[in-house]
């Protein structure tokens, strides 16, 4: 069973920050990398972020480049999402993923936690 648990989700003021984290397994992390999307009411999910846990690597949208920042904590077996500068448009759901992520694709995706809200106002 491959379980995502994600949390840290909450209200800030545009230009704010926040951390999510991504809780998983170390057999999750040793067979998946870990993707971020998020989703609007009415929208589909966009990925955001991705991380290969095998090498490090990194990937972002356009959208998020420069602002977020995707990093994993083997020890924990937790992967995090710092997002700075929030903007109004960056509300939504957030929803870390299990699967081949480099695409920054939905349906590529295996398995979906249940997702945290995050709401930028102004």
């Known amino acids: 069973q491959v379980q995502l648990v994600e949390s840290g989700g909450g209200l800030v003021q545009s230009g704010g920050s926040l951390t999510l984290s991504c809780t998983t397994s170390?057999?999750?992390?040793?067979?998946?990398?870990i993707g971020w999307f998020r989703q609007s009411p009415g929208q589909g999910r966009e990925g955001i972020s991705c991380i290969v846990t095998e090498d490090g690597s990194t990937y972002y949208s356009d959208s998020v480049q420069g602002r977020f920042t995707v990093s994993g904590d083997n020890a924990r077996n937790t992967v995090y999402l710092q997002m700075n500068s929030l903007k109004p448009e960056d509300t939504g759901v957030y929803y870390c993923?299990?699967?081949?992520?480099?695409?920054?694709?939905?349906?590529?995706?295996?398995?979906w936690g249940k997702g945290t809200q995050v709401t930028v106002s102004k």
């Open positions: 170390r057999s999750t992390l040793d067979n998946y990398a």
């Open positions: 993923a299990a699967g081949p992520c480099g695409r920054l694709r939905d349906y590529d995706m295996n398995y």
